[in-house]
């Protein structure tokens, strides 16, 4: 069952995996350049040609502060999700991926010239600092390869990994983060409401807003005060230290030897800095009134008339979602959404907006949908559009995705027809078009080579008219009712704030209309022209409220951005004599090869010990090139005592996109001992080993969609086994059973289905059910009527109740049952504890396994049989969410959770037959019924390693003693019970 088990985890964690993961079907592209390969499918090469020189012009950049990394770098471009990511791994080769798709609903990130020159200097950054290995570390890769245990640096928490990057792409690129008011806004709010994190609360696993953003935030605030107190190059010190430490992620004694203090004591002169400065709060705007009360995400807020608003937002106790809000504060859940979005009303009175979705494994596409009577209809497949809105007469503007740009378009009403109506270019990107009252006009924001400016077009797409041009992030421009005014939002004094312009002459005078402490976004005038909503960020997210219209008083608008490191005379880099942005590669492009990234570049060392099998020494690898189209990972290991050589090889093939063909191939020994009658006496006269060999030929399909995850696989497997014995003389002195050699071929099938939701401040999963199913028939080759068959069925459902706490109240309910024959190779078993390995290092993972018919209070396995079932019934209740950390104890506390339940199953065998698997112990089992209670721990180890951290008590019920229960079981494990 072991291996069985392996294969099944292998196939079940990759199929769930690929969903993230690069179109590997494509037709990939390569360019060849000093330190890179750039990979890119066709539709990218004009994007890829630029990827290639400004990979090179930010190799040149970081080698003037960083030690370069090591061999040729791998450099993917892609577009096959419609937002902004990226990422970077020394492991098992460098290599970065970066996906086009540019931030124009990512307000953090549009402070940049050529956002792919912005990008891949951050990701590069991590290069530099990852790959770089010194000391005993880079003696242990000189015998290990590029093991993932011997990058220094990697032990280092996650906001550190990240500040350096954000640090290092404005610093080079004179834009980026720190040059944008997003980080300085998020740390004013914590300021103002004197709740500025500790270093022990920046985890990417936190619950508390904004979530995983803090690494960013707060990592590249404290790395840009070192460099401007500490001079720039204790950066590099701290770089270089860090790489030859034998305790890497002990900080304090890296960051005072490059610091001159631990970090610890410069988050302390930050932070008190930060506090001081921001002593006192000013309101919003005169007469403001606060309507939402959640926080966290809201966006788009639209008038419903004079009296209600409708937004998107994401509270985070349930999925993401449309709101209505009336002016006295009271809410109503319009419909969920797969992300926050605007919603705008269409002349039928339904809603219009935007979501993304799965069209396949590789793709997430945003598309237009229409919300009628509480039903979602969709409007468009695979047209990537964003930020809708539309007029009277049913026609929509929108925003389209296409390779590494965006453009403006019109869609008629039945989302059948798109014109676009603005070019394409890699420079220019557009966002928040709106049309006018009177239909004639759109404004809209345009961002080209790092100047923003707010456009006002016919409704062909000509301009007519543009205005408020600023190296400052401008956004939501909206219109007055009488079409006369445009309201938007724009960073330029520092802060992002309202600002106003008179739209009825050319040249349109801006004004600036507020002066918040934080920030305030998305300006919407009321129909009747009395009143002026707006979000206005806090510390726990943003917030929708009104203000009178009359209120407010017009100053002249600033005439140009304010950096928020204005002055600071060390905090750019800028290198001379590189190619301008936008210059092109002009290499000849090859047809991509997977050999390069996916050959051998490390190995683990594998140690196995027993005291009947003695000692197995061996070695284990993995690799995947750089696409995705193959992956593989391999044991081989070496008895001493036996001298046998057992090993397993798992590969996997998604070229074709769909299926994913899976290969397994392994050889494993069972040894045992010969006892035979001498005299008189029982004494040992040699060894018995089974070799049992197997293949098997997989293929899989997934269908990811946001609400919904199904998966089918079917199979062939063939399994040899035969014996041989120590001396070998023996062997015929044994039951002619042992001197045959039995071949098994098999059909393996299964399948799954889920629509469980899970909200980010979830305690489990919610509101759905999960649905799966495996069979498996084999036979024994060359004989007739020897056929087995086995069945397994798990389903689990689980409902919310919206009662008191940070997150729902859930019932949870799981079944489980299975069958096979008496003849088959396997019996089930059944008791024992449920939970989750949790890999702590590849290779090394801590933890119970997953069980199909676990009971808790009894011994793992106590029972085993050819029928098994179980089920569970659980009461899951929030307990408190502290998302803090602790100085001198690696672990991170997020949220915690109590459950109540209980729990029953059985395995056993309704008969014993000649010649089959059950024994007429496994008759008899009795029913295992248990309750207790368990007390969850959502964590981060080390801050970064999320893991749930499992405490409970059971009481076992039922024929205790018979089944060795002790009367109450304490136990520790990972992961969820079901």
């Known amino acids: 069952m072991r291996t069985a088990a392996l294969v099944a985890a292998l196939l079940f964690t990759a199929a769930r995996a690929i969903s993230a993961q690069l179109p590997p079907d494509e037709h990939w592209r390569t360019l060849h350049t000093r330190h890179f390969r750039v990979h890119f499918a066709p539709a990218l090469e004009e994007e890829a040609r630029r990827a290639a020189v400004n990979a090179e012009r930010a190799y040149t950049e970081l080698s003037t502060e960083l030690v370069p990394p090591r061999g040729t770098i791998d450099l993917v471009i892609s577009d096959n999700v419609d937002f902004v990511n990226g990422y970077a791994t020394p492991f098992p080769s460098n290599r970065i991926v970066l996906y086009a798709h540019p931030p124009t609903e990512a307000s953090g990130l549009r402070s940049y010239e050529d956002w792919n020159a912005l990008v891949v200097t951050h990701e590069l950054t991590h290069i530099f600092h990852l790959d770089r290995s010194r000391g005993i570390w880079r003696f242990g890769q000189a015998i290990f390869g590029r093991n993932a245990l011997l990058f220094p640096n990697l032990y280092e928490p996650r906001w550190v990994l990240e500040g350096l990057a954000v640090y290092f792409e404005s610093r080079l690129t004179g834009l980026g983060r720190l040059e944008s008011s997003e980080h300085y806004m998020i740390a004013r709010a914590a300021a103002i409401a004197n709740r500025v994190p500790t270093l022990q609360e920046l985890s ?70 930060l506090v001081r400065e921001m002593r006192s709060s000013r309101e919003p705007m005169p007469g403001w009134r606060q309507l939402t009360s959640a926080g966290r995400v809201v966006q788009s807020p639209r008038w419903l008339g004079d009296t209600a608003l409708i937004y998107a937002g994401d509270k985070a106790r349930e999925m993401p979602a449309a709101y209505e809000v009336s002016l006295s504060g009271r809410e109503k859940n319009l ?38 009577n509480g039903a979602q209809v969709r409007l468009t497949t695979g047209a990537r559009l964003t930020a809708p809105d539309v007029r009277a007469d049913g026609e929509i503007v929108a925003v389209q995705d296409v390779p590494a740009s965006t453009r403006l378009v019109r869609v008629t009403r039945d989302g059948r027809t798109l014109v676009p109506i603005t070019p394409t270019s890699l420079d220019v990107q557009w966002s928040d078009p709106q049309w006018s009252p009177d239909g004639s006009r759109i404004v809209a924001v345009r961002q080209s080579r790092g100047r923003s400016d707010i456009v006002i077009l016919d409704s062909d797409g000509k301009t007519i008219d543009s205005f408020a041009a600023t190296h400052g992030l401008n956004s939501a421009p909206s219109w007055s009712a009488d079409g006369r005014r445009i309201f938007f939002s724009s960073e330029r004094s520092g802060t992002p704030q309202i600002y106003v312009a008179d739209v009825t002459t050319f040249a349109p005078t801006v004004s600036r209309v507020t002066d918040a402490s934080t920030g305030l976004f998305s300006p919407e005038v009321s129909p009747d022209q009395t009143k002026l909503a707006a979000l206005v960020f806090n510390v726990d997210g943003y917030h929708l409220g009104v203000a009178p219209l009359g209120s407010l008083e017009p100053v002249p608008a600033d005439s140009a951005r304010i950096s928020p490191r204005a002055g600071c005379q060390n905090c750019l880099d800028i290198v001379q004599g590189l190619p301008p942005l936008g210059t092109s590669d002009t290499s000849r492009a090859t047809e991509y090869s997977a050999w390069p990234s996916l050959l051998p570049r490390y190995w683990t060392p594998v140690l196995e010990s027993t005291t009947d099998d003695g000692t197995s020494f061996g070695a284990s690898t993995s690799g995947y090139d750089v696409v995705g189209r193959h992956s593989y990972t391999m044991e081989v290991l070496r008895n001493n005592r036996f001298r046998e050589n057992s090993a397993w090889l798992w590969y996997r093939y998604s070229g074709f996109g769909l299926p994913l063909i899976d290969l397994y191939a392994s050889q494993n020994f069972s040894n045992g001992h010969v006892f035979s009658s001498v005299g008189g006496q029982t004494v040992e006269v040699g060894n018995i080993l089974e070799r049992d060999r ?57 399948a799954g289905w889920s629509n469980a939701q899970r909200p980010a401040l979830s305690i489990s999963p919610e509101d759905g059910v999960s649905i799966s199913m495996s069979g498996r028939a084999r036979w024994q080759y060359g004989s007739s009527g020897s056929s087995t068959r086995s069945a397994v069925a798990v389903g689990t459902a689980f409902k919310s109740l919206d009662l008191a706490g940070f997150a729902h109240h859930v019932l949870a309910l799981r079944g489980a049952g299975g069958i096979t024959d008496e003849h088959s190779p396997d019996r089930f078993t059944a008791g024992g504890i449920s939970g989750t390995l949790l890999e702590v290092f590849p290779g090394y993972s801590l933890g119970e396994q997953r069980r199909t018919f676990g009971v808790r209070g009894y011994p793992g396995g106590v029972e085993q049989g050819i029928r098994a079932y179980s089920a569970a019934l659980e009461y899951r209740a929030p307990l408190f969410a502290p998302s803090r950390g602790f100085r001198f104890i690696p672990v991170f506390i997020d949220r915690t959770s109590l459950s109540i339940f209980g729990e029953t199953g059985r395995a056993y065998c309704p008969k014993v037959v000649t010649d089959g698997v059950c024994r007429s112990v496994d008759v008899s089992n009795p029913a295992m019924t248990s309750v207790g209670a368990e007390f969850n721990i959502d964590s981060g180890l080390q801050l970064d390693l999320q893991a749930r951290i499992r405490l409970g008590l059971a009481f076992p019920l039922a024929n205790r003693q018979q089944l060795r229960a002790s009367a109450a079981q304490a136990y520790a494990t990972f992961g969820a019970s079901f």
């Open 694 to 750: 197997i293949a098997s030929l997989q293929a899989t399909f997934i269908r990811p969609r946001f609400r919904s995850y199904s998966l089918a696989s079917i199979g062939g497997e063939i399994e040899n086994i035969d014996y041989l014995t120590a001396p070998d003389t023996l062997l015929r002195h044994l039951s002619p059973f042992f001197s045959t050699s039995r071949t098994y071929p098999a059909l393996v099938a299964s």
């Open 335 to 372: 419909g969920r959404r797969n992300a926050p979005g605007g919603n705008v009303l269409m002349p039928d009175g339904s809603l219009l907006f935007s979501q993304p979705d799965y069209l396949d494994p590789y793709h997430i596409r945003f598309d237009l949908y229409v919300q009628r």
């Open 204 to 273: 990417p696993g936190t619950s508390r807003f904004p979530g995983g953003e803090v690494i960013y935030v707060y990592g590249s605030l404290l790395f840009d005060y070192l460099s401007r107190t500490r001079g720039p190059g204790s950066i590099r010190e701290f770089v270089e230290r860090g790489a030859k430490t034998p305790l890497p992620f002990i900080l304090t004694l890296t960051s005072r030897s490059a610091f001159g203090m631990s970090f610890q004591t410069a988050w302390r002169q930050w932070r008190d800095s």
